[in-house]
């Protein structure tokens, strides 16, 4: 059975019966204890085990006092929590601890029952903390722009230079090749990233129901409406509004978005108050925008208050030389977030993946490297056929690597056609009938094509 580690706290308090006395509590609570004096006493235990909490007494007679020690402890061990007891506080000396970054404060005579309520309670902070960290850091990894090519290397310094400033962005870039990543980014890299990102997907929400996404509804505003409800406007105020596919919305939603973009106020549904928001905007589309507007399809006074910044998310098939660092990071991502073991994936089957036109770009390459990581037994994938079929049949068919060798016509042929045709058998099970049917041959032509190209023996 596993045990829990046992926290050690810090007293730093000169009378020797608070020390005593509190000392006794903790240890009998399951703590372990140590006790210093003063400062100097205090950074001379931390340096030999760091403790998980201090307990720090703000006026020690006589020497140095516990706010210029509470600074040192913040600028040399700052996520060090620090809890400040006190017989002379007062209200403005607590804001001051908690300003310098104490976590709390608590006077004297000590409640030995609020003692153990606020390290508990700091422990449990502590704890949160972490984890969040933890989840930060996950994220960061998640939404990292993979690729050194020269369109991805362009295309982060572009972020680099428009991340800090509060302008707005428009990102285009066809399905799946990381527009939502590039958004997320420049927030991250920007002066709002501890601010909240607040996403709205244009597609995916009912016409009906986009005005009460965006603003937001009073309580009885309609039908079905039980309570007030805040829209993404109001919940990204001071931050970051992140509209994706802007392209499908509709030219009456967008002419009410255009209103609160350059107004940067609205009223909910059913509501009279008017609520100012500020925010940054990041829009994003798979579509040409300026297409749409000569179709008639989207605003052209909105475009334009979009269009601050441009951003291009260049395909996968213009930047193949950056498929080997994403194979790399999706089975390291799988991985971890599995418990099991990295496979190793072949330079052959590398090179027919980076052969793949990916018209559905980045996230049809993670599906396809996570069913090859699932289906593919051994700790090395060495083929595709896991993936051929439905799903992927439209791999193009392994070739002969001299393919274009000086050689007579009759010879290059003959080798592309066994390709092919093997290819297309082994999505189809062999099986010779679907086959001919899938390629649009007699099933008499294909049994002697097969023959003649040897495919017969290969198929025993």
């Keep these: ?23 006794g509590i903790l240890r009998d609570e399951g703590f372990e204890v140590q006790e210093a004096v003063n400062g100097d006493g205090a950074f001379a235990l931390i340096e030999e085990a760091m403790p998980d909490l201090v307990l720090l007494d703000i006026w020690m007679e006589g020497f140095e006092q516990g706010l210029d020690v509470l600074v040192r402890l913040r600028e040399e061990y700052p996520y060090l929590p620090v809890v400040m007891i006190s017989g002379h ?35 449990n902070y502590l704890r949160l903390a972490e984890e969040n ?17 020269q369109p991805v290397q362009k295309l982060k310094q572009q972020i680099e230079l428009v991340s800090p400033t509060n302008a707005w962005v428009l990102i285009n870039g066809e399905n799946g090749t990381g527009k939502e990543v590039v958004a997320r980014t420049i927030h991250r890299l920007s002066r709002l990233a501890e601010r909240p990102l607040v996403e709205v997907n244009c597609a995916a929400i009912p016409e009906e129901l986009i005005e009460s996404e965006l603003f937001g509804h009073e309580k009885g505003a309609f039908t ?23 392209g499908d919305m ?24 008017t609520i100012h928001v500020e925010v940054r905007v990041i829009a994003a589309t798979n579509k040409n925008l300026e297409q749409e507007i000569e179709k008639g399809n989207f ?5 334009y208050r979009l269009n601050v910044i441009p951003l291009h998310v260049p395909p996968l098939r213009e930047r193949k030389e950056d498929i080997s660092l994403l194979i790399r990071d999706f089975i390291e991502d799988y991985a971890r977030e599995n418990g099991t073991e990295r496979k190793a994936v072949t330079p052959r089957v590398i090179e027919r993946l980076e052969a793949w036109n990916w018209p559905g770009n980045v996230r049809e390459l993670k599906n396809t490297v996570e069913r090859l990581l699932i289906l593919s037994p051994g700790p090395v994938i060495e083929s595709l056929d896991p993936v051929m079929g439905a799903a992927f049949g439209s791999l193009a068919p392994e070739v002969p690597g001299d393919i274009m060798a000086p050689r007579p016509f009759r010879e290059a042929k003959a080798d592309f056609e066994r390709a092919f045709i093997k ?13 001919a049917e899938a390629i649009d ?20």
């Design 423 to 435: 290819a297309r058998l082994e999505e189809h099970g062999w099986n010779v009938t679907q086959t």
């Design 299 to 303: 605003r052209q006074d909105l475009f």
């Design 133 to 149: 960290l933890a989840l930060k850091k996950k994220a960061t990894k998640r939404y990292n722009l993979t690729g050194q090519s």
């Design 89 to 123: 506080g007062n209200i403005e000396t607590a804001v001051k601890a908690t300003k310098i970054g104490a976590y709390d404060f608590i006077d004297k005579p000590l409640s030995y029952d609020k003692i153990l309520l606020t390290i508990n309670n700091a422990f």
């Design 441 to 460: 041959m007699d099933r008499t032509s294909l049994h002697k094509k097969m023959k003649s190209l040897g495919l017969n023996e290969e198929r025993e």
């Design 224 to 246: 079905g409406a039980s309570s007030r409800k805040r829209g993404k406007f109001d919940l990204a105020n001071h931050g970051t509004l992140f509209l994706d596919e802007i």
């Design 250 to 273: 509709s030219l009456k939603t967008q002419a009410k978005i255009l209103r609160i973009l350059e107004e940067q106020k609205f009223e909910r549904i059913g509501g009279i108050k």
């Design 1 to 23: 059975m596993e045990t829990m580690a046992v926290k050690t706290i810090l007293i730093v308090d000169d009378e020797t019966d608070i020390r005593r006395s509190l000392g």
